[in-house]
């Protein structure tokens, strides 16, 4: 016999992750999902965010990867709390993973948390880990045609990060046309045209990032 | 390919529902995709196969209705929507995302466990 159902299928990561939310409100901290594909710069927009936010917030780290530490050895010279979870072949983290970290890091000396995901334009997406906000980040040399290929990742995230605009000038990226499509899968996405390698646009992302931030510190 | 990971949520809520119904074996298995949700049909379908072995569900067949993307404009209305669009394909005004993110089970077809048939339909 048929019987109805109706339930979502992700339902249980839904409710781990509302766990994991509440216990970072409850500390005031903000925390942030960081994501996009391999080697689109986002272990080094998490070094330059840290220079620029040094003295002035208390940042954790949560680096997420199939295997290897090498990210989280990069982001362990900084002088700030590293965590690194190896998702073992998956391909994003979820709820679990996340709230699997919480022992390995003093979150009463925490006040703004960064968790890197796995590189990946589409599985994260679809995961809550118990953020506040996702920001994905993008460089000019994957094309502007993704927001079209990828669109919930597009979606799903509060403000985009364009890197490698210093690459501008030798790629064939029409920023207009990417501009558009992206407005059109997400009117909301505030877009941020950034160099982690020249620093040109970090200045508005931190801006962006820290009024976030002092959002939920109260 | 995080259809894995849906497969594996997905048997879990099967078998708790097996379970609360006293069902010996789940034969067949609706879902209700969008067409936002990023899953790839023949790699959910792959996924569910292995990992359904052994459980409630296993061999189990999967039937995947995929819900298009539909929108409230506030000037046109409902209307459905060509790509994974929030602005109306129409006149350009930014709508409400009605339908597209889905990612749920419908419903499943079972078979008794051959106690407790009474106070089900």
């Known amino acids: 016999m048929e019987v109805k159902v109706v339930r979502d ?5 839904e409710v781990i992750a509302r766990q ?3 216990f970072f409100a409850e500390r005031g901290i903000y925390v942030l999902n960081l994501m996009g594909s391999p080697g689109t710069g986002k272990t080094s927009l998490l070094e330059r965010t840290l220079e620029r936010l040094k003295g002035r917030w208390r940042v954790g780290v949560i680096e997420g990867d199939i295997a290897t530490s090498q990210d989280a050895e990069r982001i362990a010279r900084y002088g700030v709390p590293t965590v690194q979870i190896n998702t073992g072949g998956a391909c994003h983290l ?4 996340v ?3 919480f022992g390995e890091l003093d979150f009463d000396q925490i006040d703004l948390l960064i968790v890197e995901n796995v590189g990946n334009l ?4 679809e995961f809550r880990i118990g953020e506040d906000d996702k920001v994905m ?3 000019v040399t994957e094309g502007e045609d993704k927001p079209l290929k990828y669109p919930l990742m597009f979606q799903v995230s509060s403000a985009l990060l364009l890197n490698k605009i210093d690459l501008l000038p030798y790629v064939d990226f029409d920023l207009e046309r990417f501009r558009s499509y992206a407005l059109k899968v997400n009117p909301r996405l505030q877009i941020m045209e950034i160099s982690c390698k020249t620093g040109e646009g970090l200045e508005c992302w931190i801006d962006w990032l820290e009024e976030r931030a002092s959002g939920k510190r109260g | 390919m995080h259809e894995l990971s849906i497969a594996q949520s997905l048997l879990e809520i099967l078998e708790q529902e097996a379970k609360a119904r006293g069902a010996a074996k789940v034969t067949r298995v609706k879902l209700r995709i969008g067409a936002l949700s990023g899953v790839v049909r023949e790699a959910l379908e792959f996924a569910f196969e292995v990992a359904s072995g052994g459980t409630v569900a296993e061999g189990a067949s999967l039937e995947i209705e995929e819900v298009p993307v539909r ?4 000037r046109c209305g409902v209307l459905e929507q060509e790509g994974p669009f929030l602005v109306c394909a129409r006149c350009g ?24 048939r009474q106070g089900h339909p």
């Not at chain 2, 929108?71 to 506030?74: A, D, T």
């Not at chain 2, 005004?93 to 407790?116: A, F, N, P, T």
């Open chain 1, 9 to 13: 299928i992700l339902e249980a990561n």
């Open chain 1, 122 to 125: 589409v599985c994260p997406a």
């Open chain 1, 137 to 139: 980040i993008l460089s």
């Open chain 1, 94 to 97: 979820d709820g679990n993973m």
């Open chain 1, 20 to 22: 994991n939310w509440d």
């Open chain 2, 71 to 74: 929108i409230r404009c506030p």
């Open chain 1, 99 to 101: 709230r699997g970290a």
């Open chain 2, 93 to 116: 005004e930014v709508g409400v995302l009605l339908s597209g993110r889905e990612l749920e089970i419908d419903s499943m077809e079972i078979e008794d466990g051959g106690q407790s």
